[in-house]
């Protein structure tokens, strides 16, 4: 199955600074996606992005399927915004689930 | 985006006994729902898929007679941990997919904190 690889593990930032997060695949992918699990569990969808730029507000994501990677950018970040990202893809069409990265552990300081 | 909930929030139970979660696909319909299990300070692995009026499909090492799924319905997926103990202590959360525009995107419930005694 595919293998999604997340980098760095832990993210230390004064708030207000920027940040990259990224995401690597060993394969080509149907579905990539972006997720912020904050303190109580809950998964908050961020970016469907099997391709592509996308921005939020705050946040933007890149993904160059042909290089199997995916960027999360975080500017200005805020203490809200702690908590861990995950990336999570999978290579096939239809309900297929997600394979998730370890995730990046991001803590926001004032 | 897709609402999908689970019940209860939390649980605590003492061994041996099985503990019922729910998940539910609020405002779509859902053919596949998936389970997942986070362990603190870990990623989410999958258990299993859950299909709509057939069997489920269990990951490799994951009892399918302790982890009992019942897809009911288009909108309801259960998972019962039967005879539970310590080391099944974990957050369990459920998945499923929205077809919206041509995008099949994974929502993903509140999860359930099970903690057995």
């Known amino acids: 199955g595919i293998q999604v690889e997340q980098s760095p593990p832990d993210l230390i930032l004064q708030e207000g600074a920027n940040s990259t997060l990224r995401c690597n695949f060993s394969d080509s992918v149907n579905n990539l996606q972006w997720f912020h699990q904050n303190p109580w569990g809950q998964l908050i969808n961020l970016f469907y992005i099997p391709s592509g730029t996308k921005q939020n507000g705050r946040l933007s994501a890149t993904t160059v399927a042909t290089e199997r990677y995916s960027l999360l950018y975080i500017s200005s970040s805020q203490t809200t915004d702690s908590g861990v990202y995950f990336c999570?893809?999978?290579?096939?069409?239809?309900?297929?689930?997600?394979?998730f990265g370890k995730g990046t552990r991001l803590s926001v300081i004032a | 985006g897709a609402v999908v909930s689970q019940h209860p929030s939390w649980v605590i139970c003492k061994s041996g006994t099985s503990v019922k979660i729910e998940c539910r696909s609020l405002?779509?319909?859902?053919?596949?729902m998936f389970w997942y299990r986070q362990f603190p300070k870990q990623s989410l692995m999958l258990m299993a898929t859950s299909n709509e009026g057939s069997k489920a499909t269990y990951e490799q090492g994951v009892e399918k007679d302790k982890f009992l799924i019942n897809h009911a319905s288009l909108t309801l997926s259960t998972l019962t941990v039967t005879s539970a103990h310590p080391e099944d202590s974990s957050f369990y959360i459920c998945?499923?997919?929205?077809?919206?525009?041509?995008?099949?995107?994974?929502?993903f419930g509140p999860g359930t904190r099970l903690t057995v005694l």
């Open positions: 999570a893809a999978h290579r096939l069409s239809g309900n297929t689930p997600l394979v």
């Open positions: 998945s499923a997919s929205g077809y919206s525009g041509g995008i099949n995107e994974q929502f």
């Open positions: 405002d779509f319909q859902a053919t596949t």
